[in-house]
Every structure is written in structure tokens, then in C-alpha cells.
T-cell receptor, first 116, second 116 residues
Framework: DTEVTQTPKHLVMGMTNKKSLKCEQHMGHRAMYWYKQKAKKPPELMFVYSYEKLSINESVPSRFSPECPNSSLLNLHLHALQPEDSALYLC???????????????FGEGSRLTVL | AQKVTQAQTEISVVEKEDVTLDCVYETRDTTYYLFWYKQPPSGELVFLIRRNSFDEQNEISGRYSWNFQKSTSSFNFTITASQVVDSAVYFCALSEFTGTASKLTFGTGTRLQVTL
């Protein structure tokens, strides 16, 4: 079983809805990530939180709003999405690179989002 | 800029055949890490292996083996005696450390289909 838990597994929303994706890890990792994956494509990085601070935003539209309430939780708030935002959203976490680790990412199973 | 190329889009083999997945990378960094991830239909990206740029030793883990050659910037992955459960999309990835987190560049993936 994955140690990164994502909810919900499936989400269908209209373009005017507001919803949130949630991610939780209890491995003590201090970096957490949101990736977006379209069908038959590799994952694309959206955001990185390091020590609960946003460290990377890959020019993601403001209709996606990340939040890191504490070191174990990562949320992605969704508002006014477009149909082309339909994708698998993957959360990941990693240890701080260095200090004897290589920073490999551990992924959750993803939240499959459909925007109507 | 970092780049990972997986030239094989799809591979089909019959169970018990050996199969090699190719990965070629480009980076200007002298220190970097390479990874292989497996993505079964469930969607989760499963970490398989990491290799750092200073360690060119090949590795074998059960039916899996990896051949890292810095001279050709390749990090190939071989599955011996393939099984139906090996059917998945396999991603090669290259990491860039941003100071406090890992930024992965993924290849486009190779879809492996193992049939009876």
C-alpha cells in the first residue's frame, strides 16, 4: 500500500464548482509535490512545497491554488476549472535531498478529475 | 535544460521473454540522480530504482536489472523472464535538486504489454 494517501480518488465537477484535492503522508517527508498527468503523457510538475513553504510554482493558472496546512498535509483547491483541466492529479513527497538520501519521490495513487 | 528520452513508445512481448527499456538523458549538472518508475493501470507511480551520477555500477534486483553508462548518457532497464504483472507504463526520470526539493524531469514513458 502506498504511504501517500490521496482523496478523493475520482472527482467530477462543473466549471463553476469549487472543490479540493487532499494529500496526506506520514513518512516525515518535508517536501511535497503536485503533479498533473494527462492521458498517455508523463507527469508534469505543478507545485512544490518545502518545509511547508511554496518553493516552486510552474506557472500554473490561478484557478489551481495549493495549500500546505502542516508537514503531513497538502491540498489543491480547484475553482472555475476548464474541461482541459481534466487529468490525473498526483501528489508526492520526498525527504530533504542530501543528508544520506537521494530525494526519490513517493507518489500517491492520484485523484482522477473530470471537468464538465 | 534537462531532457529524458524514451524512444520506445510501446513494447509487446510474450511472457517469459526478456525485454529492455531504453532511456537516454541530457544534463549539464555533474551531480544528478536517475530513476525508474512503474505506473500500473491503477495510476500510482511506483519507485523502482535510483542511481547517482557517481555510481556506474550496474544493479540487479530479482528479475530487474539496470545498466547505467555515463559515456553514452544512458540508463537502460531490463526485465528478465517477463510476467503479465509487469504490464505497465515505465518512466525514466532525471532529478535536479533545487536546494530543498527534487525536481524530476520525466521521459515520455514506455508502455509494456506482456501477454500469455
Amino acid at each position: 500500500d502506498t504511504e501517500v494517501t490521496q482523496t478523493p480518488k475520482h472527482l467530477v465537477m462543473g466549471m463553476t464548482n469549487k472543490k479540493s484535492l487532499k494529500c496526506e503522508q506520514h513518512m516525515g517527508h518535508r517536501a511535497m509535490y503536485w503533479y498533473k498527468q494527462k492521458a498517455k503523457k508523463p507527469p508534469e510538475l505543478m507545485f512544490v512545497y518545502s518545509y511547508e513553504k511554496l518553493s516552486i510554482n510552474e506557472s500554473v493558472p490561478s484557478r489551481f491554488s495549493p495549500e500546505c496546512p502542516n508537514s503531513s498535509l497538502l491540498n489543491l483547491h480547484l475553482h472555475a476549472l476548464q474541461p482541459e483541466d481534466s487529468a490525473l492529479y498526483l501528489c508526492a513527497s520526498s525527504q530533504y535531498p542530501g543528508q544520506g538520501t537521494t530525494g526519490e519521490l513517493f507518489f500517491g495513487e492520484g485523484s482522477r478529475l473530470t471537468v464538465l | 535544460a534537462q531532457k529524458v528520452t524514451q524512444a520506445q513508445t510501446e513494447i509487446s512481448v510474450v511472457e517469459k521473454e526478456d525485454v529492455t527499456l531504453d532511456c537516454v538523458y541530457e544534463t549539464r549538472d555533474t551531480t544528478y540522480y536517475l530513476f525508474w518508475y512503474k505506473q500500473p493501470p491503477s495510476g500510482e507511480l511506483v519507485f523502482l530504482i535510483r542511481r547517482n551520477s557517481f555510481d556506474e555500477q550496474n544493479e540487479i534486483s530479482g528479475r530487474y536489472s539496470w545498466n547505467f553508462q555515463k559515456s553514452t548518457s544512458s540508463f537502460n532497464f531490463t526485465i528478465t523472464a517477463s510476467q503479465v504483472v509487469d504490464s505497465a507504463v515505465y518512466f525514466c526520470a532525471l532529478s535536479e535538486f533545487t536546494g530543498t526539493a527534487s525536481k524530476l524531469t520525466f521521459g515520455t514513458g514506455t508502455r509494456l504489454q506482456v501477454t500469455l
